[in-house]
């Protein structure tokens, strides 16, 4: 059998507050987007620090507004946070600004990402895999988060941006940081916890983005004189217009590059491996018949949503399933949710090894905002699970789970596993 039936241990509360950080500490509280997106999938969200916002929890509704950039920005922020226009000026990347200006940014290194190019890293990130997977096998009990899952796409960032892996450990803290940066194990300064206003004119609120300005620029300062055939480089060139980055614009990018280029592969993996543990009839059939492989992988990404929301903001006022959305208003488009909706997905609940009809909306489907790093990490969950197949009999928990604190990021931090050989 390819599948299994309600393959999460638990659906949650279904009166869950999904604003609040401490809501996915046991995980997402999916019983609760089921029972809006039943009853009120354009769903007015009252914040206890905020405006509020409306949640596009439909997967149709979530597709349109992602893709109707005209009604829908990117440009007052892409989270639940509100900024003022110098925060958001101070702030900017890519993913805070709407076409034709989105475009201009993703080009810079947009080659480096293509299927193409991601196809042509194959047998150097197989390598990287089979090297991490081999040394953490060393071993009978440990953390499948930091033995392996964080282990390459770590060492796969530095590769693409030129830097060494002995660095690597260090963007690996940063990023935790950043998009864990409501989650006192990985920052001192969680934005609810604490007072932030001293870094609130840096990415994610953190100063840990201070910290990878600087190196930012040390990075710059090599490659200036002697370019390589890295993503920094590619970032110091000139755009198709001849302006090249200006050094603020250069470090958000290159924030957002250390920030997006690990957590969110990883905690897919991790994923990916909870559910085959849970499951150990997935793991005995996926590893019996290796051409699952290619829908097995998108099955990971469709039921991990890591990335659960992303914010825009309407421009004018429009209606959308029969409620009136104001311009100005936020709307959040709950990925988690969209990717489990009954009206898209047969069985959502259900995990198919097999599922044929995936369009999920992990890397947030073919619009404009469509992940940079989509191939690169379909082909890192792909060449994990395939190397962890040819060594390991099967994996047994080891002790408790934990899951990020955050609203934003959908993740498994630690998994204590058993190696069964």
Partial sequence: MTFVDDYLPSLGPDDADITSHDAYTSGVPHATFLRLRTTDPVHWTEEADGSGFWSILRYDD???????????????????????????????????????????????????????????????IRDLAAEVIDAALGHDHFDFVHAIAEQLPMRMLGRLLGTSD?????????GDALLGNTDPEFTDYPVDLTDTEAFRMVP?????????????????????????????SQLLEPARDGVPLTD???????TLLVAAGNDTTRYTMTHGLWTMMNHPELWTAWKADPSLTPTAVEEILRTSAVTMHFRRTATRDVELRG?????????????????????????????????????????????????????????????????????VERFEPDGEIAHLRSNFIAGIKHLPVKVVR
């Fill in 62 to 124: 979530a597709l349109e507004v992602s893709r109707d950039v005209e009604t829908f920005t990117s440009s007052k922020g892409i989270r639940l946070e509100e900024m003022d226009a110098e925060e958001t000026e101070a702030r900017l990347t890519m993913m805070e600004l709407d076409p034709p200006d989105h475009t201009r940014y993703r080009r810079l290194v947009s080659k480096g990402f293509t299927r193409r190019s991601v196809e042509s890293y194959e047998d150097a």
């Fill in 248 to 254: 603020h614009e250069f470090n958000n990018f290159f």
């Fill in 323 to 391: 409620k009136r959305i104001r311009e100005g208003d936020k709307v959040v488009i709950w990925f988690n949710s969209a990717n489990h909706d009954e009206e898209r997905f047969e069985h959502p609940f259900r995990f198919d090894l097999a599922r044929a009809q995936n369009d999920h909306m992990s890397f947030g489907r073919n619009g404009p905002h469509l992940c940079l790093g989509a191939w690169l990490a379909r082909m890192e969950v792909r060449l994990v699970f395939e190397e962890l197949m040819k060594r």
């Fill in 204 to 232: 994610f609120r953190s100063p840990a983005s201070i910290q990878i300005f600087s190196y930012a620029q040390e990075q710059a300062e090599k490659r200036r004189g002697c370019p390589g055939h890295d993503v920094i």
């Fill in 166 to 174: 002995e660095d690597g450990h260090k963007l690996v803290a940063w």
